[in-house]
């Protein structure tokens, strides 16, 4: 099973990216979701030349944006928020001060949302309820739980799939990677004629890189069973963040365990994204669940584990990633001596 580590702006250093490698990722992840695009290009050459001094084969993943409204940027980054907090969110890209109000990538906000609607931020960690609408650009909430919103977290809005403003991302974004190394291309799946529309961008590049084709959303098992069928993507990757927040989270590991199973009727490689050893930002040893998960993981057959913000924002990243490579090796090692 191979190891994607996701890697981040603030611990993006010579030192931290030789640390992950050594550790033993065997690909780094660059989200374009932040960040311009000339800053990440700017991180996959320093990536490169780490990779180049250290003679490794490790690969390079670039992930394209999600079609999701995200939080704008704050001074501090972090905002520790406690049940029953009264905010103000706002259409807008920064603030200096999260007390004033929080910012939303997104114009009219107060026109896209309803009274009692119930939103959640990244990966679910936080949930609001809209209590008032201020004026078209501002809303008041109530925060639901206690915890911590991170600055360009997804804000998990019902969102429209706009199919030209989708290609323009990526007809922006392609001509410009052809300059840097990639070996995967991460692609959103939304429907087969808009997949095929971003197919043939990047095919008039001449590209030779593989791409992984990212499930986001619920998708009816007949279209993933079709999906499975055709020869112009490589693989697919099980988004459980955006999974958790954009169909019953309590349906999350059946639709998981599904996809496997149609996936290795045609032998489509499965890689496995989001909170695979999360505990291990701050633990010794890993949640028990988390190490049951990844060693299942290995034995039903998926090929490969995306680490996100176990390495993105972790200073202790190189560990958690050494845990992931011990779990992996210690189930391989069981499967190939028939102790399974």
């Known amino acids: 099973m191979f190891i994607i580590a996701t890697v ?17 990722a065997d690909a780094l992840r660059f989200n374009f979701s932040y960040r311009t695009i000339e800053e990440n290009l700017s991180y996959i050459s320093l990536a490169q030349q780490v990779i180049d001094d250290l003679n490794a084969s490790i690969k390079t993943f670039i992930d394209f944006p999600i079609n999701k409204t995200r939080l704008g940027d704050f001074e501090l980054r972090l905002f520790p928020v406690k049940e029953a907090d009264e905010l103000i969110f706002k259409s807008g890209a920064f603030t200096f001060d999260c007390n004033e109000y929080i910012p939303v990538n997104t114009p009219n906000l107060g026109e ?11 990966d679910g960690e936080i949930s609001l309820q809209v209590t008032s609408i201020i004026d078209q650009d501002s809303v008041r ?8 919103i991170q600055y360009m977290k997804t804000f998990n809005m019902p969102t429209i799939v706009n199919e030209s403003e989708i290609l323009k991302i990526y007809s922006d974004i392609i001509p410009k990677i052809k300059n840097v190394n990639h070996n995967y291309l991460g692609i959103s799946y939304f429907n087969t004629p808009l997949f095929q529309k971003i197919y043939n961008i990047i095919k008039q590049e001449n590209f ?5 084709l990212k499930i986001e959303r619920e998708i009816p098992l007949n279209e993933i069973d079709q999906l499975c069928q055709w020869n112009n993507f490589d693989a697919l990757l099980i988004d459980r963040g955006e999974l958790g927040v954009n169909m019953p989270y309590y349906k999350t590991g059946i639709y ?12 489509k490689p499965i890689i496995i994204s ?61 499967t190939s001596q028939n102790q399974i």
């Open 112 to 122: 896209k949302l309803t009274v009692g609607q119930n939103i959640t931020i990244g």
């Open 8 to 24: 981040e702006k603030y611990l993006l250093t010579k030192e931290h990216l030789t640390k992950l490698i050594l550790a033993g």
């Open 141 to 148: 909430v109530k925060i639901q739980n206690k915890g911590v």
């Open 208 to 212: 030779h890189t593989k791409i992984v």
């Open 274 to 334: 989001t909170q695979i050893l999360e505990s291990t930002m701050t633990n010794y040893i890993p949640n028990r669940a988390e190490i049951l998960d990844l060693t299942n993981s290995v034995l039903e057959g998926v090929k490969g584990i995306m680490l996100c913000r176990e390495t993105a924002i972790n200073p202790r990243a190189a560990y958690s990633l050494s845990v992931a490579r011990r779990i992996i090796e210690a189930t391989e090692n069981a």
């Open 256 to 267: 998981q365990k599904s996809i496997i199973r149609i996936a290795k009727q045609y032998k």
